[in-house]
Every structure is written in structure tokens, then in C-alpha cells.
């Protein structure tokens, strides 16, 4: 894809032109398996283990806010370490930095057979964290540049986020019936053999970085560490306004040090010599809007995946084996709908799929936030509209904020779309933990609740599902105005550059995604 950028023209996020690209998905057979390893991790973690929380809840003797730190430390880690492993990555080698996550990834793994304590239990979890802010960045970086034709990238993207997205809609359930024989440490055990299939597919199936393909600037140290403390402490903070209350100054101080590292964190990016996010690049609307609609799909799928579970189990008294059948309906469409991905873009183009898919998730959200207390019908409902906005957002928002990014940015770009869609799962969680600890009357994990526990509990799930859509919904608008301002070349916002979004194996030429380019640095 060529643009013209201040009288010349130049290759943004062209491929490297390395001669034995492959042509074919079935050529890049190992490096792909190794990549949907990784993926497979990412998803399949979170979701297997929010069907064992009730389970866990009772052996470890934890609270409701315990619970939310056992899921909530793996997004703060996650979320806010990826952008500094993803310009490390761009650096130093992508493939080496993700080899060495893989490594912690299996060690944590192993260390969940020992945890006795819930304390052991986030320890670990936050070391899987860590893990996933090596590896996931690279997967979709690695993907991307693997292949010189775009129709080959969806495809490979799509592929990923199958596997990725399979791995989602049967953890729970598989999740649940593993839990009818098997201990829950069992389901966070399979992180093991993931880590070895993706170790062996990348290092066999993936050449080393070239040292052309790598940055030579230096990080920016103090970038990373304001904006990994940003995001640290945006997340920690409604737990603290449960947990101390909103008469202790400690959750306000630590809100007002979230704003504080985020202002300082954007004054340092715009004025460093080598900023470790390019504010410029980021405010493109191609890259932007991207980035909502992933926040807006991962805070919706996060946040309700959270409620529903707790629902099935504690309110409606399902077996982990009923509440996995339960969410069945997810399963289906996540399944299922990646043969309509294509056709979708083909007909729509990138920008319009995403945006369409987005505005599902929403309103699966508001269904459950009105009716999901109503009945299952309903809840299946939600299930079914944020899975097939979810699997839709997987693929083409991120294909978007790849073709909007320069080549040797890939990994750091790859790390922003991951960091928007952990950030706001953790905010999710955050929201319908922290309403749920503070409407709900006494310990969630007590059996036989009384007549006002379970009234305390439906109003807080009403109250998170509606906030949730709210939140959600803002993300989407916000990402389809940044998208329609791109299209209607506004100057400074624009790309000049036209040309095949998907290419022969894709969309027409001359979609939406041609129309908004890659054109400026200046946003």
C-alpha cells in the first residue's frame, strides 16, 4: 500500500518483500499453528476460569473481591506491560521475546498445581499475565507480516482468531465438566501443553527478525513506566472504593494517580525524542476507531462472561456442568461465525464490518442489562449478539489498526490493540465486581442466600449490565464518528493513499478501508 506523505511516497505497513513469503495458508502451516497457540492462550485463560470462580470462591475461602483480583490481576499485568513488550519486541526481535514469554507461560502454568491459597492463586495469575504481555503482541504482528498479500493476512487473522475464538466458547463449558471430576487447578493445567505447541510452531515455522525489520532507537523508559502505572492504577482503583470505602482517601488517591500518570504519560510521548506510542499514529482514524470497537467487544464479552457465570451458579443454582451448557449459545456462534466474516467484509468493507459488529456487541449488552434477570431466553439472547459482534471486532478491527500503522511499528501496534482490549476487559470485571460487592448484602459465596440477598444481586447485575451497555455504547459512537471523519477526509486525519483493502482474496478495491488510508503522521 503506498501513500504520499509530505511530497514523496513511501510504504506504510508494506509488506518486507522477503522473497520466501509464503503463498499460501497451508505454506505457513507451522508458523500458524504456533500462532494460534498463542491466541488459543489469550482467550482460553480467562473464559475456563471464570466457570471454576464459584469453586474457587469456596475452597479458597474468597471474598467477592478476591474473586475480581483472581481475574482482574491477569488484565493489570496483561493490559499494562504489553505496549513496553511490544517496542521491546520491535527491537530486539519479536520471535525472541515471545519464545521467552512461552517459557513463563508453561513455568506458571506448572506452579497452578501447587497454589493452596488465594494468594498463591493471583501470584500466578499475575506471572500468566506477564506471559501474555510477551506473546500476544507478536502473534498478530507475526501474523500480519508473514504474508505479503492483505487477502492472505484477513485470512490468517481469521484463522487465528478461530482457534482463539474456539478456545472462548468451549472453555466455559469444557470448563464445567471438567470440574464434575477434576479439581479446578486442572483447567489453568492446560496452559502447559498450549505453551509447548506454540513454542515448537514458532520456533520451527518462524525465521529470526531480520535487523532490518527492527527499530534501532532507543525505548522509552520512562513512557513505559507512566503508562504502565496509568493503566495499573485504573484498574485498581474500584476495587479500593469497595474495599476501603468511599470515606478512605486511599481508592480517591489512587484515582487521581491514574489521571495524573495519564496526562504525564501523554505530555512525555509528545515531547519524547523516540516516544514509546506515537500519539500521532495513534490518533489516526484508521488506528482509533479500531481500537474503540476492540475496547468496546473485550469490555462487553469480559463484563457479562463475569455476570452470567456468577448468575447460572449462585442465583439460579446450576452445576458448573449446566451453566457450561448454558452458554452454548456462544459457543455456536463463535463457532460457526467465522464462515460469515468474509462475505461480510467482502460486501461492507473492513471499516463498516467492525463498526456492525460493534454495535452488536451493544446490544447484547443492553438485552442482558434489561431482560437478563428476566429469564434464560434473554440471556441467550445477549450471549448470541456480543459473540457474533465479538467474532466480527476479533478479526477486522485489528486488521485495521495493522494497515494503519508503519511496518516497523507492527508489534507495538499489535500491543496497543491487545492493551485497548485488556484494559477495558479489566474494566469490565472491575465495574460488575465492584457494583456487585457493593449491592450485594454479605459474602456472594455463602450458600442459601435469603430473599434479599438474591433481590441485592439481580439489582446489581441490572445495574452492571446497563452501565456496561453505557460504556460500551460510547466506545462505538466515538469509534464510528473517528471512522466517518477518516472517510470524508477531513484534513489532518486522512490518508491520500487508495487502493485494494483486502486485495483479490478480500473486499473490492476502493472500500472504506482504501478510503481512510494511512495517509499522514499527523492526525
Keep these: 500500500m503506498k501513500v504520499r506523505?509530505?511530497?514523496?511516497?513511501?510504504?506504510?505497513?508494506?509488506?518486507?518483500?522477503?522473497?520466501?513469503?509464503?503463498?499460501?495458508?497451508?505454506?505457513?502451516?507451522?508458523?500458524?499453528?504456533?500462532?494460534?497457540?498463542?491466541?488459543?492462550?489469550?482467550?482460553?485463560?480467562?473464559s475456563i476460569l471464570n466457570v471454576a470462580l464459584p469453586t474457587i470462591g469456596r475452597e479458597l475461602s474468597a471474598s467477592t473481591t478476591v474473586l475480581q483480583w483472581v481475574t482482574g490481576v491477569y488484565a493489570v499485568a496483561f493490559g499494562g506491560l504489553m505496549p513496553a513488550f511490544g517496542a521491546l519486541a520491535d527491537r530486539?526481535?519479536?520471535?525472541?521475546?515471545?519464545?521467552?514469554?512461552?517459557?513463563?507461560?508453561?513455568?506458571?502454568g506448572l506452579a497452578t498445581g501447587f497454589v493452596a491459597t488465594a494468594g498463591q492463586l493471583i501470584a500466578v495469575r499475575a506471572a500468566m499475565g506477564v506471559a501474555a504481555a510477551m506473546t500476544t503482541p507478536g502473534s498478530l504482528a507475526l501474523a500480519f507480516r508473514l504474508f505479503d498479500e492483505d487477502g492472505l493476512r484477513v485470512r490468517a487473522t481469521t484463522l487465528i482468531s478461530t482457534v482463539g475464538l474456539v478456545g472462548l466458547a468451549v472453555g466455559p463449558t469444557a470448563g464445567g465438566f471438567?470440574?464434575?471430576?477434576?479439581?479446578?487447578?486442572?483447567?489453568?493445567?492446560?496452559?502447559?501443553?498450549?505453551?509447548?505447541?506454540?513454542?515448537?510452531?514458532?520456533?520451527?515455522?518462524?525465521?529470526?527478525?531480520?535487523?532490518?525489520?527492527?527499530?534501532r532507537d532507543p525505548i522509552d523508559g520512562a513512557g513505559a513506566l507512566l503508562g504502565t502505572a496509568a493503566i495499573v492504577f485504573a484498574l485498581v482503583a474500584p476495587t479500593l472504593f469497595v474495599d476501603a470505602g468511599t470515606a478512605s482517601?486511599?481508592?480517591?488517591?489512587?484515582?487521581?494517580?491514574?489521571?495524573?500518570?495519564?496526562?504525564?504519560?501523554?505530555?512525555?510521548?509528545?515531547?519524547?525524542?523516540?516516544?514509546?506510542?506515537?500519539?500521532?499514529?495513534?490518533?489516526?482514524?484508521?488506528?482509533?476507531s479500531g481500537l474503540a470497537f476492540k475496547a468496546a467487544a473485550a469490555l462487553a464479552t469480559a463484563g457479562l462472561g463475569y455476570l452470567v457465570t456468577l448468575q447460572f451458579q449462585l442465583d439460579w443454582g446450576w452445576t458448573p456442568a449446566r451453566a457450561a451448557l448454558g452458554m452454548l449459545p456462544q459457543v455456536v456462534v463463535l463457532v460457526a461465525g467465522g464462515a460469515l466474516i468474509r462475505p461480510l467484509v467482502t460486501?461492507?468493507?473492513?471499516?463498516?464490518?467492525?463498526?456492525?459488529?460493534?454495535?452488536?456487541?451493544?446490544?447484547?449488552?443492553?438485552?442482558?442489562?434489561?431482560?437478563?434477570?428476566?429469564?434464560?431466553?434473554?440471556?441467550?439472547?445477549?450471549?448470541?449478539?456480543?459473540?457474533?459482534?465479538?467474532?466480527?471486532?476479533?478479526?477486522?478491527?485489528?486488521?485495521?489498526?495493522?494497515?494503519?500503522?508503519?511496518?516497523?511499528?507492527?508489534?507495538?501496534?499489535a500491543a496497543l490493540v491487545d492493551t485497548a482490549g485488556e484494559v477495558t476487559a479489566g474494566i469490565g470485571i472491575a465495574v460488575a465486581g465492584t457494583l456487585l460487592a457493593a449491592l450485594f448484602p454479605g459474602d456472594i459465596t455463602t450458600p442459601g442466600w435469603s430473599a434479599h440477598q438474591t433481590a441485592g444481586f439481580r439489582e446489581a447485575v441490572t445495574a452492571a449490565g446497563v452501565t456496561l451497555t453505557v460504556l460500551a455504547a460510547g466506545l462505538v459512537g466515538w469509534g464510528i464518528l473517528r471512522a466517518r471523519r477518516g472517510?470524508?477526509?477531513?484534513?489532518?486525519?486522512?490518508?491520500?493513499?487508495?487502493g485494494s483493502a483486502l486485495g483479490p482474496a478480500g473486499a473490492p478495491a476502493g472500500d472504506t478501508l482504501g478510503a481512510t488510508g494511512t495517509g499522514t503522521d499527523e492526525a
Design 5 to 46: 506523505r509530505q511530497g514523496t511516497v513511501e510504504g506504510v505497513n508494506a509488506p518486507t518483500g522477503q522473497a520466501g513469503s509464503p503463498q499460501s495458508l497451508r505454506e505457513a502451516g507451522t508458523a500458524l499453528a504456533g500462532l494460534s497457540a498463542v491466541f488459543l492462550f489469550e482467550m482460553l485463560d480467562n
Design 92 to 108: 530486539v526481535g519479536r520471535r525472541k521475546v515471545m519464545l521467552i514469554g512461552l517459557v513463563l507461560l508453561g513455568a506458571a
Design 178 to 215: 471438567v470440574l464434575a471430576f477434576a479439581p479446578w487447578q486442572a483447567l489453568l493445567l492446560v496452559n502447559v501443553p498450549i505453551a509447548a505447541l506454540a513454542f515448537v510452531g514458532i520456533r520451527r515455522g518462524i525465521p529470526t527478525d531480520r535487523a532490518d525489520e527492527l527499530r
Design 249 to 288: 482517601p486511599l481508592p480517591w488517591l489512587t484515582l487521581v494517580a491514574a489521571v495524573v500518570t495519564a496526562v504525564l504519560f501523554v505530555v512525555r510521548e509528545r515531547g519524547a525524542r523516540s516516544p514509546l506510542i506515537d500519539l500521532g499514529l495513534v490518533a489516526r482514524p484508521l488506528v482509533s
Design 347 to 413: 460486501r461492507v468493507g473492513l471499516e463498516r464490518a467492525a463498526w456492525l459488529g460493534a454495535a452488536a456487541v451493544v446490544c447484547g449488552l443492553g438485552v442482558y442489562g434489561t431482560l437478563g434477570r428476566s429469564g434464560y431466553v434473554w440471556v441467550a439472547l445477549s450471549l448470541v449478539l456480543v459473540a457474533a459482534g465479538m467474532r466480527v471486532v476479533g478479526v477486522v478491527a485489528g486488521t485495521n489498526v495493522m494497515r494503519g500503522l508503519p511496518a516497523d511499528r507492527t508489534t507495538v501496534g
Design 487 to 498: 472517510a470524508e477526509g477531513i484534513p489532518g486525519t486522512a490518508g491520500t493513499g487508495a
